[in-house]
Structures are given as structure tokens and as C-alpha cells.
T-cell receptor, first 110, second 111 residues
Framework: DTAVSQTPKYLVTQMGNDKSIKCEQN?????MYWYKQDSKKFLKIMFS???????INETVPNRFSPKSPDKAHLNLHINSLELGDSAVYFCASGRASEAFFGQGTRLTVV | DAKTTQPNSMESNEEEPVHLPCNHSTISGTDYIHWYRQLPSQGPEYVIHGLTSNVNNRMASLAIAEDRKSSTLILHRATLRDAAVYYCILRGIQGAQKLVFGQGTRLTINP
């Protein structure tokens, strides 16, 4: 049973397109996150939701919109994709003691 | 967010102990010290965390200096599977409790 699952694992798309990445956790956590890992391998938090409410938005462009339909899901929708959006996106869920990460979605914008 | 400083890379041999250092001189009294690691092509994985006392679990041990300004992650007997980037992170108990990743230490294990 995968604790935090993301789909798709790979996503190749053209500039200007709109795409979504889905994330689901079966751990019963209240808090979920999206992180971005760029080509230099820096992991940076983008968003955090607690009980379906946005609590962290780390100056991410408006083209990125997280949506949490329920506590177990945090999806990431990206409008008007740009070349610079190419990265690996990780979803995570957690509690104060530890966070659990998904396997990542490698997004390539061409 | 309080910062941590780690060596960029370290190398060790299989079946030998590994000591990964981390400096966090600006740590506050309520910051927990967390360690995560990221294996190649995978998401980060929790390793261990502590506040003041040394901690042990099945993966590793965490030794925390008495003044809490530094800590050391100890892998008692490294295997090839332990090759990863190891991140030392300070995490407060207040607020959003986000994990702020630094550049980490890339650990190479030689057979």
C-alpha cells in the first residue's frame, strides 16, 4: 500500500499547455505539501494545506493553483506552462514528527 | 528559518560506520533536528529526529551536542543502499512546520 501516491510519474508537454498532477495520501494526515526540485536538485516548498486550507504559499506564480477536495488529496494545477517549470514535483503529507513523500512527478516542458 | 551547514559530499566504505555532521549554531530552543535522505530518483525519506537527547532507531543514531549547535547522524554499518543525499533540517513546533531543505551531503559508499 503506497502511503503517498502521485500521478502521473512522468509528464511531457508543450509550452503554454495546462496540466494537473494528482496526489493522494492514505495516512490520515491533516497536512499535505507540494515541493519542487529543480535541475540543480534544490528542494523547495511551494504550498502547504492543513485540513483543506492553504497555510503556506511560498511566492509561487499564480499559474500554479493547488486544490484540496478533501484531506486525503492535494492536486496541483499549472496553467500556461513555461520551460522553467520543468522540474520534479513532490507531494508529501505529514505530522510534526515526520513527513512522507511521494515518488515525484517529472515534468518536462518542451 | 534557522539554517544548517553540512559538507557537500562525503565518502565511506561498505560495512563501515559513517558520521554525517551538521552545524546549526542559530538553533532555537524549540527547534527539533530532523534528518531526511533522498535516494536516487526517489522522494525524500525520513531518517530520524531529536530535540536534546541522543536518539536511536532502526535506520540510524542521532548524536546531539550538549549546546545543540551541532549534531551528527550515525549510520552504524553502511551499505550500498545508503548512498543518498542526507539533509539536516531544523523544524519548529509552531506555525506551519514546513521542512526547509538545504543542499545536503551527498554520501557515496564504496564497495
Amino acid at each position: 500500500d503506497t502511503a503517498v501516491s502521485q500521478t502521473p510519474k512522468y509528464l511531457v508537454t508543450q509550452m503554454g499547455n495546462d496540466k494537473s498532477i494528482k496526489c493522494e495520501q492514505n495516512l490520515g494526515h491533516d497536512t499535505m505539501y507540494w515541493y519542487k526540485q529543480d535541475s540543480k536538485k534544490f528542494l523547495k516548498i511551494m504550498f502547504s494545506y492543513n485540513n483543506k486550507e492553504l497555510i503556506i504559499n511560498e511566492t509561487v506564480p499564480n499559474r500554479f493553483s493547488p486544490k484540496s477536495p478533501d484531506k486525503a488529496h492535494l492536486n496541483l494545477h499549472i496553467n500556461s506552462l513555461e520551460l522553467g517549470d520543468s522540474a520534479v514535483y513532490f507531494c508529501a503529507s505529514g505530522r510534526a514528527s515526520e513527513a512522507f513523500f511521494g515518488q515525484g512527478t517529472r515534468l518536462t516542458v518542451v | 528559518d534557522a539554517k544548517t551547514t553540512q559538507p557537500n559530499s562525503m565518502e565511506s566504505n561498505e560495512e563501515e560506520p559513517v558520521h554525517l555532521p551538521c552545524n546549526h549554531s542559530t538553533i532555537s530552543g524549540t527547534d527539533y533536528i530532523h534528518w531526511y535522505r533522498q535516494l536516487p530518483s526517489q522522494g525524500p525519506e525520513y531518517v530520524i529526529h531529536g530535540l536534546t537527547s541522543n536518539v536511536n532507531n532502526r535506520m540510524a543514531s542521532l548524536a546531539i551536542a550538549e549546546d545543540r549547535k551541532s549534531s551528527t547522524l550515525i549510520l552504524h554499518r553502511a551499505t550500498l543502499r545508503d548512498a543518498a543525499v542526507y539533509y539536516c533540517i531544523l523544524r519548529g513546533i509552531q506555525g506551519a512546520q514546513k521542512l526547509v531543505f538545504g543542499q545536503g551531503t551527498r554520501l557515496t559508499i564504496n564497495p
